[in-house]
């Protein structure tokens, strides 16, 4: 079993301030990381897949880099808005199996 | 993006009866899907992969008994947690990934147990 951590576990920011949470896994028989939004009472949602140590992906505000060889990512918010404000989970996978293994997620809370 | 349905949405029952949850994809074909379970303020933990025309694949801890997963047809997973007992009272969600390089996994909405 994968040790996943993500930090911190909450965050509370206001509208227009820009964040950024962690997300460090096992470097080793590393094959790809997935980046999820996780909205209450919706099915969590994609933003990326990235598998190139030195990838950075960009999605609207939102951005992820990828570490592999350290075993981290960092998954940034430029100009938070409301609507971002979700339970953001990161799942890195050894293989072609596709099985995520999860973080416990860092919630954002986005206020006015 | 491909959309996955789970239902029913929630469910309350008593000990000892038997609850079935269905899996959809609804635009594409899976011969893959996964199930996962939430217990309050842990992560989102794998129980088993399920493999259209074959035995699911259970992780270890999970009780194959208690959860029966049926993978009929390309669009459709059902995990049936067998003789529920409170302690299964949980959240469970599925996943199925497309058919592109990097496997991308898209996710149903979910579904609450609760049993009493």
């Not at chain 1, 990326?48 to 075993?71: P, Q, Y």
Request: aromatic share 10%; charged share 15%.
């Amino acid at each position: 079993i994968l040790n996943v951590e993500q930090s911190p576990q909450s965050l509370h920011v206001q509208e227009g301030d820009s964040t950024n949470f962690t997300c460090s896994f096992p470097s080793s028989n590393f094959y790809a990381l997935h980046w999820y939004r996780w909205e209450t009472a919706k099915s969590p949602e994609a933003l990326f897949v990235m598998t190139l140590n030195g990838d950075e992906k960009k999605k609207g505000r939102i951005s992820a880099t990828l570490n592999t060889k350290e075993g981290y990512s960092y998954l940034y918010i430029k100009g938070s808005q409301p609507e971002d404000s979700a339970t953001y989970l990161c799942a890195p996978t050894t293989g072609t199996a596709s099985k995520l293994t999860f973080g416990t997620g860092t919630r954002l809370q986005v206020t006015l | 993006g491909a959309v996955v349905s789970q239902h029913p949405s929630w469910v309350i029952c008593k000990s000892g009866t038997s609850v079935k949850i269905e899996c959809r994809s609804l635009d594409f074909q899976a011969t893959t899907m996964f199930w996962y379970r939430q217990f309050p303020k842990q992560s989102l933990m794998l129980m088993a992969t399920s493999n259209e025309g074959s035995k699911a694949t259970y992780e270890q801890g999970v009780e194959k008994d208690k959860f029966l997963i049926n993978h009929a047809s390309l669009t459709l997973s059902t995990l049936t947690v067998t003789s529920a007992h409170p302690e299964d009272s949980s959240f469970y969600i599925c996943s199925a990934p497309t058919s592109s390089l990097q496997e991308t996994q898209y996710f149903g909405p979910g579904t609450r147990l609760l049993v009493l």
